[in-house]
């Protein structure tokens, strides 16, 4: 068997850290979009659009897809999958355009979606990228006029978005010249095929001469594998996380711990073989608060980590993110104002050191501890300061089957909102 090279390994050690899983031959994950050899104008969309760093699937799937490969990719849905065609779509028609020079300007790609909503979505979010590029956009979905939609390819478009229905039945009625397609996306194939969706996508690849394919779902499937073997040779699968798996709840752990006590109350937490479930965040108050506890948590247990927050410039957080990320820190200490990409790194534990003012904030940030599917815990702290929640607090470890300190259930400012049993509950709204 031939030996894997240093940057082979490299490559491999990060997907493992990422839980990124490959089969076939494709280059190694890319931590930043820097490194994705983009036009700058496009750099500065996505970083308009507010992504500081890729999501593990678009850290995967765009390099692959600029080598030119074909490819299957399994994600969960919000797992960033969108832009991981998108971008590569882009990033290719714009070179494109300003190789070949030419008046007629024929779509370079195509974009399937199993439902007009999606489509309308897909859409969107690819003007939002392509915006001041030479990137043109056509929408073929039902419920809206044929002739309007074939006007605006006619204009000349680089991607045309639709659903399979609809898109068949423009490629009969009218001659398009789908000549210069190069990349074909199939989202949602999963769901393409549930909706029998399966003869229309396979005719309008055979109308294609040999794109790339990109085929994407949540699941996998026999159906799955023989469609993608029809419109495809020689596919790379890259899976992402554990799609199959349900989204499981956050578990939540309530404990009660007065102030001064919560500081080592979150040291045993970590040197507990038990409950130490890392990668994890935790919560705070201020930004002070984060960066005062992450020394002491460095100091005390040993265990490496850093804190973020509003303070840090968009490229330190985006640096701290990144190790955070491929484990080299298990732990972050966050105020509750966090960059979307924490949501989608894979936080297996949240700990809420400091419990917010409102119930909703507390929600969201247990929320962080389950994405992708995976299943996560939340462990939050709560004393006597934190009384104004107290009512709607019980509500909420309720709903999620947690158990609720005795402290807080006694509390005169829990009860003070119920009279009676469960059944007759009386809250008392500001
Ligand atoms: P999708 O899975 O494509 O539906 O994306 C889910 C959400 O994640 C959308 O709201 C995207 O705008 C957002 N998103 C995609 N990529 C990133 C990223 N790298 N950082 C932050 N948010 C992202």
Sequence with gaps: MASLGGDQIQAELLRKKLDIHVKGVVSAPVMSFTSCNLPDKLLHNIEAAGYEMPTPVQMQAIPAASMGKN???????????SASFLIPIISRCVSH???????????????????????????EHAKLLGKGLPFKTALVVGGDAMARQ????????????????RLVDLLTKHEIDLDDITTFVVDEVDCMLQRGFRDQVLQICT??????????SATMSDDLEKMANSLAKDTVVITVGEPNRPNKAVKQLAIWVESKQKKQKLFDILTSQKHFKPPIVIYVGSRLGADLL??????????????IHGEKSMTVRREIMQSFMVGEFPVIVATGVLGRGVDLLGVRQVIVFDM?????????????????GEEGQAIVFVNDENRNVFAELVDVLKSGAA????????????????SGGKGSKKRKHK
């Design 97 to 123: 355009r300003l190789t070949y020079v030419s008046d007629k300007k024929k779509p370079l790609a195509m974009v399937l979606t199993p439902t007009r909503e999606l489509s309308i979505q897909v859409e």
């Design 356 to 372: 917010p003012n409102s119930i909703k904030e507390y929600v969201h940030q247990i929320g962080r501890a389950s994405r992708m």
């Design 403 to 418: 158990a609720i300190p005795r402290e807080l259930m006694n509390s005169q400012y829990t009860t003070r909102f119920f």
């Design 294 to 307: 992450a020394n002491a948590i460095t100091v005390s247990t040993g265990i490496k980590s850093v804190s």
């Design 71 to 81: 490819m299957i990719v399994l994600a969960d849905t919000g797992s960033g999958k």
């Design 150 to 165: 074939l006007y605006r390819i006619q204009q000349g478009v680089e991607l045309i978005v639709g659903t399979p229905g």
């Design 207 to 216: 109308a294609l001469s040999q794109p790339q394919v990109l085929m994407f």
